[in-house]
């Protein structure tokens, strides 16, 4: 609805029961759906706000990069950073973790199939797929027993051998 608390503030006396009331009538399935867009909104929007109002910004001397470049913290990586460093310093490089050691496939909700998601050196012994958790009463009922090779630490996660 996009209302704000002065917004609220602002009804009529009888409109927040109203308001109750809608939320009353939603069905309780639909609750963790609107809390969760909710939330991934707020953020979003304070996030963008806070982007907005940083863009202008350059450097300390008023001159910006030209380019930044992640790369994965790798020794392999280094000697392509310091080159791609070493043609402009208007370039900058950063390392960050890419990999933490669990030789995997991913695959995302909605998709057929999963990539490999470890260095290409590496033969991916797992896969998790992305999968919308089963309702609480459902889960109750199966045990991992119920479900050969399958390792869950939440309902959100399926971890499988290859």
Sequence with gaps: MGLSAEDIRA???????ALLGLLDALPPTAHGPLWL???????RDGLLTLLQANRSRGSANGDRRLAQVIFCMDDREE???RHLEAQRE???TFGTAGFFGVPMRFRPLGAHEAN???????EPRYTVAEAVPLPIAKMATKT???KPNTTSTSPSKCHKPA
């Design 79 to 81: 000697g392509i950073r």
């Design 37 to 43: 867009q909710a939330y991934e909104t707020h953020y």
């Design 116 to 122: 490999p998601s470890c260095p290409i050196v590496i």
């Design 11 to 17: 009804l009529p006396a009888d409109a927040p029961a």
């Design 90 to 92: 208007a370039y900058e």
């Design 144 to 146: 991992n027993a119920q």
